[in-house]
């Protein structure tokens, strides 16, 4: 009887590691080959449309360069709103009475005797 549980125990342990790993592999391929496919896609739909810009598609860009550009748009966008006291304010309400937060209805009456 052991040994049958053991044995579909570790059947069970190897085919939840298979399919994990299969679909880790999948994600992998999947966010590993998407961009390349469809910058592939936006330079074909760019050759057939303008020439010059088809070429500059394949340029990357670097860390730094994206990281400039995200904290000045943070700053642009910072700079156009209000500036707030950033302080919270909480007041207390007084609830009604609501059946769903009365205690009375959770117990269990076990101890009826009939």
Known sequence: ?????????ISIAVTGYLIVFAAL????????????IIKIRI??????????CAEKVHEE??????????SAIYLYLSEQHDNESYEL???RISKRYSPWSSKIYSMNNLNKRT
């Open 1 to 9: 009887m052991d040994s049958e549980l053991l044995k579909n125990g």
């Open 43 to 52: 330079k074909k739909k760019l050759k057939s449309e303008n020439r010059e």
């Open 89 to 91: 304010t909480i007041k």
């Open 61 to 70: 860009i670097s860390g730094a360069t994206v990281a400039a550009i995200s």
């Open 25 to 36: 592999t999948f994600f992998y391929a999947t966010f590993y080959f998407l961009p390349k």
